[in-house]
Structures are given as C-alpha cells and as structure tokens.
C-alpha cells in the first residue's frame, strides 16, 4: 500500500510512534510518506520506500496568525500530485484529521481514505479550549476509521464529544530489539533515575524535581531530565533553588533514548494526563521498574505492583517513597523490571501492534472499493 502519515516532529509520543511506525512499514514493503514540518527527530535512515515530505507555512505580513492547518492540507495536495496514496494516516483529530479531509476536497475528488489515532493531546485541548471542540468532533466524523492509543482514551472521546462512530483501540508500541536490557550488574555509587517529558505544564515535570529531592535526602541518585520544552527554563532554576542542581542532567531530546534507559534504574513519570504512556513502555521494555502517576492511559501500560509502582497526581512525597524503595531493594527492582520487560514483549511489541493497524488500512480501501466502482459504472 501506498501510505501518507501526517503528524508533528516534536519529542511526543505521537510524533515518535508516527515516525516509528513510517519506518517498520517500510520495512514490511509498504510505500511510506511522512508529512511535517521538519523531520521528525527520531527520524532515522529507512528503505528507499521511506520519504519524507516537509509542510512548508507560508509568512505572509497579512497573515499575522500563519494557518499550519491550511499548510498542511497543501503538502498533502503536493505529496498527491506525484505519489497517490491509498491511505493517509493522521496522527491527532485536530488539526491533522481536518487537514486531511481540506486536502480530499482540494483535489476535487477523494483520493485516499483516512486513518486518524487518537494520542491524547488532541483530545485534552476540549478541556482546555471549547473552541477547539467543533473541529475535532468533525475530524473525528469524517475520517474513515479512528484508533486510539488506550481504552481510557477511547471512553474520553466518546464521553466528550458524544459520538457514536466506532473507534478501534490499538496501542502503541515498541521494537524489543531495540529497547533491550543492557545495563551491567556492578552497582553503582550514584542511582540514575529517568524523567521523560515535553515539559509542558501537564507533565507535573516539577514534581519530578520536588520527588527527587526528597530521594536524594535519603540515597545517592542523580535525575536525567530527557527533552525538551517550555518550561525548561523554570525547571533549572527550581533544581537551583531545591539545591540539586549538580545531580540534575537536563539532556535534551535523545534519538537514542533506549541507550539512556538500559544504563537507568528507574524511570520516573509525573503527568496530569496521558494518553497512553510510550516512555514508561520503553523503560519496561528496556527492563526497567517504572514509578508513575495514575494518568489516564498508563494505568493500561504498568502493571501496578508487577511493573511498577502508581501514584496519586501530585502525590510527591508518594513518588518519592516509592522511588526509595526500589532503589533499596535490588531484588524487587529487577522483579518488577522482568515483568515490565515480558509486559512490553508479550502485549506492545510492533510485530504485535503493527499488523493491527495494516488491517484497519485494507478493512477501509475494501470498503472504498465498491464506491469507486459505482462511480465509473456512472460515469
């Protein structure tokens, strides 16, 4: 199949999953475009059936407020005029999904059919903007199949917006082989514990630092702070003021995040709200114990007292103790990381996922076909 994927760059699950997913279809024989404005940044070298395709958003000084949506639904328009596609697959509701149905009347005809997945962030802006209620909803209505990441997403969209259309759970997923148990059994003085995040303000990521403070009352650790975001700025200057400052690495976006993770011992998650959960997945898949919040989606991923430990949003001092508990108990931490890695392995891994997805892909062009034959039959 001839497959579009629209979606953004950025260090997000979606962003990460969509790229991810580009690569292994390509790898499967499929013909893959990704569409964004800048490559992805865990984009990495595939097939020559793996391209990518950049939305160029023009500036104009009329337009004081540039419309990425509108930009979007143009490169796809240009991506068509040489490479038909049977499929294109957008990663969020809003704006992805609209962009696409904008590229479907643009072209005159309907040349594709569309496969949006539900991540999360699409659908938790309802909550923060009503504006943008309308035009998810009609994102959601006009695609020929939706997905989402997690059952807990799932039950939030139809609750939200009311609709009735049937909407696919498909979760993400992880390549086994490449987030892998590595780490070395000698011990060392300092523990390493991972934060993952955007650092937006759902990712609680201060309470990262404020948990971590309090383990570093207690035990020799040092936090990695991986990405990137707009709260970064803060986030130094409250490791500065909290006085850990010299054991708190910010690292900025990794492309290779499995090698972080293999040399951890824990992984860290603080968030308001997910979706789903892709990095406390790659920590479990890495053989990693995964302390979290109760957010949503990852109450789906970790297995609370098998794979990890869950906690209250906001529960600080909650995180804390249980960080020190498994930093305490090597025992239990490698317990908890064999069935966090087995978890991954059985449940998320892409040989497991992906085909789910190439189903959903074959179920909506067989479905168009007998549409497309009613047409030339009339002709």
Known sequence: MRIGIL??????????VATEMGAALAERGHEV???S???PFRIRPASDRFHFHRVEIPQYPLFEYPSYGMAAACAIAQVLELNPLDILHAHYAYPHAVSAYLAQRMTG???FRVVTTLHGTDIMLVRQDDSFSCMTRFGILQSDAVTAVSEFLRGCTQSWFGVQKPIEVIPNFIDPSRFRPRRSH?????????HVSNFRPVKRSEDALRAFYLVRRRAAARLQMIGTGPEL????ALARRLGIAEHVEFMGESRHIEHVLAQADLLLSTSEFEGFGLAPLEAMSCGLPVVA???GGIREVVEEGRTGYLTAVGDVEGLAERMIALLDDASLARKFGCEGRARACDLFSRDRVLPRYERVYETVNAAAAPAVERRATHA
Do not use: F, N, Q
Not at 7 to 16: H, K, L
Not at 186 to 194: P, T, Y
């Open 293 to 295: 919040t109760r957010a």
């Open 233 to 236: 700025d803060a986030l130094r």
């Open 186 to 194: 000698r011990r060392r003085r300092e523990r390493r514990i991972v």
């Open 33 to 35: 475009h990704i569409i």
């Open 37 to 39: 404005y800048r490559p």
């Open 7 to 16: 979606c953004y760059p950025t260090s997000g699950g979606s962003g990460v």
């Open 109 to 111: 005809r309907t040349p």
